[in-house]
Nanobody, 117 residues
């Protein structure tokens, strides 16, 4: 079991930046995958960025070159740096983690990001 808590969302003008944080409730020694999804009103949840235990990093085409996912093992925290934000980036952003031997994906509670034009 692990709890994830996101922070860093807010209101920003188009072209601005935000950094989202996702803090785990305990030290994560091993994981299969960690990342971020987002869900805009009336839309399905979509994958934004993820990295795996084998070192691969994946981004949605819509955020490539603008968003960057990173982690700080000492702080048990994953970050999503979002630059050059666009109004279409407006959504609730959720972090998640897939743990070895776990049958479920663990999610944070979500943080709202609103980009004004």
């Amino acid at each position: 079991q692990v709890q994830l808590v996101e922070s860093g969302g807010g209101l920003v003008q188009a072209g601005g930046s935000l950094r989202l944080s996702c803090a785990a409730s305990r030290t994560i020694f091993r994981f299969n995958e960690m990342g971020w999804y987002r869900q805009a009103p009336g839309s399905q949840r979509e994958s934004v960025a993820a990295f795996t235990s084998v070192g691969t990093t994946n981004y949605a085409d819509s955020v490539k070159g603008r968003f960057a996912i990173s982690g700080d093992n000492a702080k048990n925290t994953v970050y999503l740096q979002m630059n050059s934000l666009k109004p279409e980036d407006t959504a609730v952003y959720y972090c998640y983690i897939d743990l070895p031997l776990s049958t479920r994906r663990f999610w944070g509670q979500g943080t709202q990001v609103t980009v004004s034009s």
